[in-house]
């Protein structure tokens, strides 16, 4: 479980116990409500990580709204789109391996998150990350009632494939932007799972063929 999930908890708890102390235990029933659904909200599952080389795991649970072309400083990318409703797990996870290489918090609107213009004009955080000579670019992005995003980690940082890196409190969405010759997974309407759903494929460039010196030895002979 997040951290926040005791913190809201054991504040809904306290509030039952004073209330039932003042007044009578059956007015202290909702607020004891309360506080199981945020534990139940910040709940955090363990989830078994894709290991397929060029996998581009899903940064959060939720709902596929879109998938797209869009324009992103000024380069085409695939655009997947996630909504996250309050009933869905909220902590969220890198969708691959790499080196964090920008971290930008752009403030903005709060308008509902399953609609188009929430991708550009919400309060968002957007994150870069490069592995494996990809760039993937995923956006954590505030809703009609989320209004607190947390990213946990800063420019530098080394990151594994569907490692958690943070969470938006509350109904939210995440878009991930990737290469356009990435081979796209899903569809709009497919449920996906943080860490363990695969979105897309990139093509994996196989690095040069190294010769060793044993190699070498055997073609100077050859010669």
Known sequence: MVRDGYFYGAGCLLAAGVVAWLAAWP??????????FFLWFFRDPERQIPACPGAVVSPGDGKVTDVSLVTAGGTSRQRISIFLS???VHVNRSPIAGVIREVRYQRGKFLNAMGAESAERNEQNIVTVEGEGRTVIFKQIAGLIARRIVFNLKVGD????????GLI???SRVDVLIDRDAAIQ???????RGGATVLAILP???????????????EAHRS
């Open 204 to 218: 994996v460039t196989q690095p040069a063929h190294a010769v060793t010196p044993v190699a070498q030895g055997i």
């Open 27 to 36: 007015y202290a029933i909702p607020i004891m409500l309360l506080g199981a």
């Open 169 to 171: 409190k509350f109904g």
């Open 86 to 88: 309050v009933f869905d």
């Open 158 to 165: 080394q990151v594994a494939r569907g490692q958690r890196v």
């Open 186 to 192: 899903v569809k709009a309407g497919d449920r996906v």
